[in-house]
């Protein structure tokens, strides 16, 4: 089943202490994307990835890390989480050459006491 | 860049009422639209896109060059329609950072 798949799906942290949350999809998009979601404010993109090794910045990328090592995978690393990180994030891909529709992951809720 | 706006954030309507989501867009170029759609505790999916002209779960969306609009429309709102509803831009088409409107929540009550 082609899919997007986030871990976890629920974290509670507490500030400064480093966490990822990882991103695999399985149908060979070049595209990949995290946003984080929050009330009145929709979604905003913070790192995207053109493809393997291609990064670039977002909207919000302040306090977010990400890394593209293989095709499949695009984790956000969060090295020193704050209260203002506590949000819904989603991973998205897609292809860059055709309908342009995104397909998202189940979203982390991510709690940072 | 290609950007969207939708001005509402919430829209309250009763059951059987007409719905109509607002979505403007301000890119040049041939546009395509896409509205996804998020129910309550779930990933965003894929509603219905401009190109293909077609209408899901009873929506539509027509796109108006001329108010540069695409507006999601329903003719009588279900219960099971309340969600966050979202316009975008495609990946596609020179810009790699569809950015999103800010989504409107639709709550259709009984």
């Known amino acids: 089943e082609a899919q997007v798949t986030q871990n976890p799906r629920y974290l509670i942290t507490v500030t400064g202490k480093k966490l990822t949350v990882t991103c695999s999809q399985n149908?060979?998009?070049?595209?990949m994307s995290w946003y984080r979601q929050d009330p009145g404010l929709g979604l905003r993109q913070i790192y995207y990835?053109?493809?393997?090794?291609?990064?670039d910045k977002g909207d919000v990328p302040e306090g977010y890390k990400v890394s593209r090592k293989e095709k499949r995978n695009f984790p956000l690393i969060l090295e020193s989480p704050s209260p203002n990180q506590t949000s819904l994030y989603f991973c998205?891909?897609?292809?860059?050459?055709?309908?342009?529709?995104?397909?998202f992951g189940e979203g982390s809720r991510l709690t940072v006491l | 860049a290609q950007r969207v706006t939708q001005p509402e954030k919430l829209l309250s309507v009763f059951k059987g009422a007409p719905v109509e989501l607002k979505c403007n867009y301000s890119?040049?170029?041939?546009?395509?639209l896409f509205w996804y759609v998020q129910y309550s505790r779930q990933r965003l999916q894929l509603l219905l896109r401009?190109?293909s002209r077609e209408s899901i779960k009873g929506f539509t969306a027509d796109l108006n060059k001329g108010e540069t609009s695409f507006h999601l429309k329903k003719p009588f709102a279900q219960e099971e329609d309340s969600a966050m509803y979202y316009c975008?831009?495609?990946?596609?088409?020179?810009?790699?950072?569809?950015?999103f409107g800010r989504g409107t929540s639709l709550i259709v009550h009984p």
């Open positions: 998205a891909s897609s292809v860059t050459q055709g309908t342009g529709e995104l397909f």
């Open positions: 149908m060979n998009h070049e595209y």
């Open positions: 990835s053109m493809n393997v090794e291609v990064t």
């Open positions: 975008a831009p495609p990946l596609s088409g020179g810009s790699y950072i569809p950015t």
């Open positions: 890119y040049s170029g041939s546009p395509e």
């Open positions: 401009h190109i």
